[in-house]
């Protein structure tokens, strides 16, 4: 850091040309502002931040005089401004950090990681720790509120931050033989689109964030932060570099989950069992799948469903047999009624995939290069790999030397509505247990969650002091003809009611974004507010006259008699419906009724 003198000889002309005396006020001069700000301000504060802690995180450059610190930041513009500077850098040409000539973007890799930088900045107004969603997320929300902010985001993943739903989904369905190096992909309704939230001309370089005149956003790859120290606002990486910071986003995302008895199991059997979560992960498993005669996905929830039906639709291409295995009566059993369970385990059989309920695992050996799956009830599965989907871990690690709260019940950080940790410090994305104002505290593994948790925590680290009060969704699709969207808690435990219509050529994944543009749902529709729906007027029909024919419908998760989750089955563009039927958290006499509202009866 500099020094309080030196410092101030930048700055003594700026104050002399503006005439501003310090009187513990604000004076505005031109689009400058100087502050004077007593040194004792500068304190963390208590929970929930004061305006000296809104004041602070804006510093440019500081310096110690009579006492206080004189400060000036750059005057906010409007998204507008935001907007203009977002095109002008995207369309200047991709610097390296060496000394190479300038190289247009198109000659990079589609959505490549951008270089590691050689120097990294002591000092960040903004911290993200985490590459995922939810900081990306909070970087455009922090540059639409303060375009002259200087955002570092530091990742221990060697890539700028992506999307993780199309590494189990679309990704899988492409033609295109080089797909695991250009990460480019086709959306159900044809567009193609990369994995990659930006190009690589999005980001400036990390070295030159510290004297980028309009700011901008700058990326820390293969770095993990392994300390973090509260008091003196810094954070340590494994390097043993230190970072300090004004304002600090946590989005750590979470770590797979495996199964004990394969992690006891040895090196053999680890060295056959995938863990998918990263890019790295899809690439490993599209290598295997390609030279290997069976492979077995432990797991019948959300990614272990998406990524048997993938694998199962190059079964016979590549004369692959694919094995599920969970331990629920049926696919999706811990989330689905238990007949719509029924139904979906049907379809990931039609979908070439050999499935095993109720199974739990008891060992797995390696044995003449083939893994030996040995269930409790005696059954026993051979394959040459296994991918374990059980789940997430929420990544913690740096809560003891943060001394920040682990939820005991949901784990992840446990933050308050506005996603706060502490006054200078938020939490957004998978690691975040979070108060939600209509359903309690909750902890959600989604990425429309991380994208608006992102969202509004970059928005609150500006000074906007919201509260979490949206009801984020999230969506699975089994292929491009059978999907769903849902809201709010969806648990098979709850008691539930379904209301369920004949399915039209337009009722699938495929038609809805040839509808809305978009692969990625939740990016079209978290904006949209419902505020009166408008009922169908066509009758709806008998629920049992449908039995066994679930096309499309409604199904309604009930708490106290009151709607607490929403699952959209092979019904699109009605989220805002559902969002504004949890939010009323009214009583309903009759929900065929209320399914009225979706026009899941019209044709």
């Known amino acids: 850091m500099l020094k309080c003198r030196t410092v101030w000889k930048k700055l003594a002309p700026l104050a002399r040309a503006s005439s501003t005396v310090c009187r513990q006020n604000v004076r505005r001069t031109g689009n400058v502002t100087l502050t004077c700000v007593p040194v004792a301000h500068m304190s963390t504060g208590p929970a929930g931040g004061g305006r000296e802690n809104q004041l602070y995180v804006l510093l440019v450059g500081a310096a110690c005089v009579g006492g206080a610190i004189y400060t000036y930041r750059t005057v906010k513009g409007d998204n507008q401004r935001y907007q203009d500077r977002i095109d002008e850098i995207s369309s200047r040409p991709y610097k390296r950090a060496t000394e190479e000539p300038a190289t247009p973007i198109q000659s990079e890799p589609p ?14 107004p903004y911290l993200l720790i985490g590459g995922g969603t939810a900081s990306f997320a909070a970087a455009r929300s922090i540059r ?3 375009p002259g902010a200087k955002v570092l985001i530091v990742t221990d993943e060697p890539d700028p931050p992506y999307m ?11 033609n295109d033989p080089s797909v695991t190096e250009t990460l480019r992909f086709k959306q159900w309704n044809g567009k193609e689109r990369s994995i990659y939230f930006q190009p690589p001309s999005f980001y400036i370089n990390a070295e030159e964030l510290d004297g980028a005149e309009n700011g901008g956003v700058a990326v820390l790859t293969g770095k993990k932060v392994v300390h973090m120290d509260v008091r003196g606002n810094k954070i340590k990486l ?39 979560r990263k890019i790295e992960d899809f690439k490993s498993l599209d290598k295997v799948s390609r030279n290997i005669k069976s492979i077995t996905i432990i797991g019948g ?10 694998l199962g639709r190059r079964s016979t291409e590549y004369d692959l047999e694919v094995v599920q295995m969970f331990p629920e009566k049926g696919n999706m059993g811990k989330v689905l009624p238990e007949y719509l369970s029924n139904w979906t385990t049907e379809k990931v059989k039609s979908e070439g995939v050999k499935v095993i309920s109720e199974a739990l695992v008891k060992s797995v050996v390696c044995k003449d290069d083939k893994l030996e799956i040995k269930l409790k009830d005696g059954r026993l599965v051979k ?17 003891k030397s943060a001394g920040l709260e682990v939820d005991s019940d949901f784990g992840g950080f446990r933050v308050n509505a506005e996603l706060q940790a502490r006054s200078n410090i938020w939490v957004a994305g998978d690691a975040a247990c979070f108060y939600d104002i209509r359903l309690g505290r909750r902890r959600v593994e989604h990425h429309d969650h991380a994208v608006v948790s992102g969202r509004l925590a970059g928005e609150n680290m500006t000074g906007a002091n919201k509260p979490y009060w949206h009801q984020s969704m999230f969506w699975s699709d089994l292929g491009p003809d059978v999907g769903y969207e849902a809201i709010g808690i969806v648990d098979s435990s709850l008691p539930t009611v379904g209301v369920f219509a004949k399915a039209t050529a337009k009722d699938t994944p495929k038609a ?24 169908s007027l066509t009758p709806a029909p008998n629920v049992g006259q449908h039995k066994d024919e679930y096309g499309k419908g409604v199904i309604f998760y009930l708490r106290d008699k009151v709607v607490v989750g929403i699952i959209l089955w092979n019904v699109f563009n009605r989220m805002p419906i559902a969002r504004k039927i949890i939010k009323d958290g009214e009583e309903h006499a009759d929900l065929n009724e209320v399914a009225k509202l979706f026009n899941i009866h019209d044709d």
Request: with cysteine; glycine share 8%.
């Open 301 to 310: 929830g959300f990614l272990g469903s998406e990524l048997a039906c993938a």
């Open 144 to 146: 639409a509120r303060d």
């Open 111 to 124: 959505g490549g990681p951008a270089p590691a930088s050689l120097k990294v900045p002591s000092h960040t």
């Open 383 to 399: 394959t040459d790999h296994i991918v374990a989907a059980v789940g997430l871990e929420p990544n913690v690690d740096l809560a």
């Open 238 to 276: 494994d390097d043993d570099t230190e970072i300090s910071y004004d304002k600090c986003l946590i989005a750590t995302g979470g770590v797979p989950r495996n199964l004990q008895v394969i992690e006891r199991a040895g090196e053999e059997v680890m060295k056959k069992t995938t863990l998918f």
């Open 512 to 535: 809805a974004t040839e509808k809305s543009g978009t692969g990625i749902r939740s990016e079209s529709e978290t904006e949209d507010t419902a505020i009166s729906p408008v009922a």
């Open 164 to 174: 993780r739903p199309p590494l189990s989904k679309e990704l899988w369905f492409s």
